[in-house]
């Protein structure tokens, strides 16, 4: 089955910095990787994913890197802001009784200094 | 925009209660999940469903059924309620196809057990 560990748990930067979020995932044939961020008392949401076809994928200041023959992926967020703080998480699928489940990080709680 | 609907934000019960969550979406999803968020241990999944009916165990199902008696609608239940099932519940729909659709969360529910 997918195992993912994710890292730094926690990660302070100062504003306008680069925070840069790692995961590593087991299960060879993963081939999704979705990132969610969750801000304090509200869902996660989906901020970004990869495909196992592309390395890389930008959108804004947000960017996600993908190397499958290492099997770790990870988040890119440029010029941070103070509503960046949030926790973070990381996920691949695992195939289990013919259906898709997600296997999550434990989080990383990013918090941007002003 | 898909819309997660969890029935309650916090809920307060005691210990052997038998316990309902519910979850509802709006957007004819065929899969179903429940996960509970615990402190530095990520989202772990409790059940999911794929249809109408149709329920898999997740990685942490002890304690724990479901029921899928309508496409919308995904409860959890907590059979007899302890103390070490106080947590944040979440729940979330994705479409089954094609593979690795991203999931939607529910706002989710706090849950302490005294």
């Known amino acids: 089955g997918e195992n993912v560990e994710q890292h730094p748990s926690t990660l302070s930067v100062q504003e306008g910095d680069s925070a840069v979020i790692k995961c590593t995932y087991s299960?060879?044939?993963?081939?999704?990787f979705p990132w969610y961020k969750q801000e304090l008392g509200k869902r996660p949401q989906l901020i970004i994913d990869?495909?196992?076809?592309?390395g890389e994928k930008k959108d804004q200041r947000i960017a996600v890197t993908l190397n499958k023959t290492a099997k770790h992926f990870s988040l890119h967020i440029t010029e941070t802001q103070p509503e960046d703080s949030a926790v973070y998480f990381c996920?691949?699928?695992?195939?289990?009784?013919?259906?898709?489940?997600?296997?999550f990080g434990s989080g990383t709680r990013l918090l941007v200094r002003p | 925009d898909v819309k997660v609907t969890q029935s309650s934000r916090y809920l307060v019960k005691r210990t052997g209660e038998k316990v309902f969550l519910e979850c509802v979406q709006d957007?004819?999803?065929?899969?179903m999940f429940w996960y509970r968020q615990d402190p530095g241990l990520g989202l772990r999944l409790i059940y999911f469903?794929?249809?109408?009916?149709?329920?898999e165990k997740g990685d942490i199902p002890e304690g724990y059924s479901v029921s899928r008696e309508k496409k919308e609608r995904f409860s959890l239940i907590l059979e007899s309620a302890s103390t070490n099932q106080t947590s944040m519940y979440l729940c979330?729909?994705?479409?089954?196809?094609?593979?690795?659709?991203?999931?939607?969360f529910g706002d989710g529910t706090r849950l302490s057990i005294l």
């Open positions: 469903s794929y249809d109408v009916k149709m329920k």
């Open positions: 996920a691949a699928p695992t195939l289990m009784d013919s259906s898709y489940k997600l296997i």
């Open positions: 299960d060879s044939a993963s081939n999704y």
């Open positions: 957007m004819d999803h065929e899969n």
């Open positions: 979330a729909s994705s479409l089954s196809f094609p593979d690795n659709q991203p999931q939607h």
């Open positions: 990869i495909r196992s076809n592309v």
